[in-house]
C-alpha cells in the first residue's frame, strides 16, 4: 500500500517520540472538476494525533481520491485505537477507481470496523500536519 507523503509525515511525527492516532475530527467530501471536466470525488480526513510521552496534539490530514460507496454512520465522535484500515484490491483484481477499501476498526484485532465510516478510492494522499492547538488558544 502506498500513501504519498506519509513517510514524511511520520517521520516528523517519531522525532518528537511515539505516537498514537486519537480521533477523526474533520470530514470533508468534495466532487471536483478535473483538467478534462471529468468529476473526481475528494474525501478529506483530518486526524487528532498525540505524542504519548508529551500529550502534544496534532492535525494529520488525508486526501482520498476517487472516493465511492461513502458512508458515515450517525456517530458524535470518531474514536480511533489506530489509523483507519486500508485493504489493497489491487492483487484481488478489482477495479482501480475502487482499489483500496477502507474502513474503521473496532479495536479488537480483527479488522471488521464498527462501521462508523467506510469507503473505497484510488489513491491516498497525507497532505498536512500542524499543531492541533495554536498559540493563540
Given amino acids: 500500500m502506498y500513501i504519498e507523503n506519509y513517510q514524511n509525515i511520520v517521520d516528523k511525527l517519531n522525532c518528537k517520540g511515539a505516537w498514537t492516532f486519537e480521533e477523526i475530527t474533520e470530514i ?3 466532487i471536483e472538476p478535473d483538467y478534462e471536466d471529468n468529476y473526481i470525488t475528494v474525501l478529506d480526513l483530518t486526524f487528532k494525533v498525540e505524542i504519548i510521552k508529551t500529550k502534544q496534539c496534532f492535525k494529520l490530514k488525508k486526501r482520498y481520491y476517487n472516493v465511492s460507496d461513502f458512508s458515515l454512520k450517525k456517530v458524535t465522535k470518531l474514536y480511533l485505537t489506530n489509523s483507519l484500515i486500508i485493504h489493497d484490491k489491487k492483487e484481488s483484481g478489482w477495479d482501480s477507481t475502487q482499489r483500496y477499501h477502507v474502513h474503521d476498526d473496532s479495536g479488537y484485532g ?24 495554536s498559540a493563540s488558544t
Fill in 28 to 30: 470533508k467530501y468534495n
Fill in 110 to 133: 480483527e479488522n471488521d470496523g464498527y462501521k462508523f465510516i467506510e469507503f473505497y478510492c484510488s489513491s491516498i494522499e497525507a497532505i498536512s500536519l500542524e499543531e492541533f492547538y
